[in-house]
């Protein structure tokens, strides 16, 4: 998180439209980096649709990261460890209100940048957090070293993914972009297209693979469910390119 720790490297996993594969995506290349020996904390930012805990298979916690955000819970008490990983994972919390969610992420400061050494001191190479779409606030963009930005080839996700683009690059966040689900039922635009939209930005390109559905139902990651599938083969390909950062 702060750039000048030279350990923990943050990465804000999101997309500017929902459904595309974001959690799916933050909890796998955790789970790969955790395989490979990484340190690291999987936060769920998502107070709307948490589902990190879920799709790892662990128990509701007591305490969330909301409970930390917003009522003064401590961190450490939120951290579980995910032992088929050795990854640890803060859940987002139970459900929330929209109106105490938007009143408390609303605008430019908000307390994450209190919790931001609190993450830090827990002295992990890795913070990688699945957010929800877009951005709300600036503090929980900023404090990451780049963001992940998740798209799928279909059109409504490839016509607003630009905005989320140009917000990292007004913050100053640098960002690479992941192309998800290629060869679904869905998908409609050509992958070359994404290519040139976003050039070498482009870090990884995950193709349809029913693995990923099997590892929702069955509550693991689908590193863990299959690491010989094609999607567990490119998303341990990703985990290579940041283990080697
Ligand atoms: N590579 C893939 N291959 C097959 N199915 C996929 C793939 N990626 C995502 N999916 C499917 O898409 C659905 C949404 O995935 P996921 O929950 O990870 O997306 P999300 O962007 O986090 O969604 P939300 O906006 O609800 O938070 C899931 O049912 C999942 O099985
Ligand atoms: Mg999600």
Known sequence: MPKNTGITYGIRVSAQKGGVGTTTIAI?????????????????????????A?????????????????DGAELKDAVVEHSPTGIDVVASSKPLEWTRVLGGLVGKKTDFERIVPEITALGHDFVITDAPIGYINEDMVKNFNEGLVVLSPELSAF???????????KLGVSYHVVVNDIGSEKASVD??????????????????????????????????????SNFSKKITELAEYYADK
């Open 28 to 52: 796998n290349l955790a789970a790969a980096l955790g395989l490979m020996g990484k340190k690291v904390l999987l936060l769920d930012l998502n107070p709307f649709k948490p589902s990190v």
């Open 54 to 70: 879920s799709y790892m298979g662990l128990p509701n916690s007591k305490v969330g990261f909301f409970d930390v955000l917003f």
């Open 159 to 169: 016509d607003v993914t630009p905005k989320l683009v140009a917000q990292y690059a």
């Open 191 to 228: 992958v070359k297209k994404i290519e040139e939209e976003f050039g070498n930005k482009v870090v990884a390109e995950l193709p349809h693979d029913n693995v990923v559905k099997k590892s929702i139902d069955l509550h693991i990651p689908a590193v863990l469910v299959d690491n010989k």
